[in-house]
C-alpha cells in the first residue's frame, strides 16, 4: 500500500472520498506504453504482485499479431486495481514509462457472438485479398470471406 493510503487509512478517510472509488465496480486496469516483446506471461509475473488475475488482454495487431504496446488486466479483486494503479503507473519496465489506470467500462471483444461479427464483416464488405486468394486472416479478418465480389 503506497504512503498516501496509509496515511488516509490512519486519519480515518473513507474509501469512497478517495478516487479510485469512481472505479469501484470494475476490476480491469489499462496497461498502456508496454514493451513490445513483452508477452501475456509477462504481464501476469509484474501484475500478480497486486492481486489474483483473472485475465489477461494484450491487444495484438490482427494482420500480423504483433503486440500494440498496450493491455487490459482483470482481477479477482477489484480493491487489487487499486493497488496496481497507485503502484505501478509510471513504473519502468525495459526502459520504458508504462501507464497503469483504471477502466470505467471494459467489454471483451469475445462476448460479440459470432453472429454479431459475421454482420460487422457483411457491413464492411467483402476481402479482396480473399478473394484473390491472399488472406491469411482467417477469423481474425474483418471484412467477409462468404461473398464473392467482383473486381
Not at 501476469?44 to 504496446?69: H, M
Not at 503507473?89 to 461479427?117: C, F, M, P, W
Amino acid at each position: 500500500m503506497s504512503w498516501l493510503n496509509k496515511k488516509g487509512a490512519s486519519l480515518g478517510i473513507s474509501e469512497d472520498a478517495s478516487w479510485h472509488a469512481k472505479y469501484k465496480d470494475s476490476t480491469y486496469v489499462y496497461v498502456g506504453g508496454i514493451p513490445f516483446d513483452l508477452t501475456e506471461g509477462d504481464l501476469l509475473a509484474v501484475f500478480a504482485e497486486y492481486g489474483e488475475i483473472v485475465d489477461v488482454n494484450l491487444v495484438r495487431d490482427n494482420g500480423t499479431g504483433k503486440s500494440k504496446g498496450f493491455a487490459f488486466v482483470a482481477y479477482e479483486d477489484q480493491r487489487s486495481t487499486n493497488l496496481a494503479v497507485d503502484n505501478l503507473n509510471g513504473a519502468q519496465i525495459l526502459g520504458r514509462t508504462i501507464r497503469v489506470d483504471h477502466v470505467g467500462k471494459y467489454k471483451k471483444s469475445e462476448e460479440e457472438d459470432e453472429e454479431t461479427r459475421q454482420k460487422k464483416r457483411e457491413e464492411r464488405g467483402v476481402c479482396w485479398a480473399f478473394q484473390k486468394g491472399e488472406c491469411n486472416r482467417g477469423d481474425g479478418c474483418r471484412f467477409s470471406h462468404d461473398k464473392q465480389g467482383s473486381f
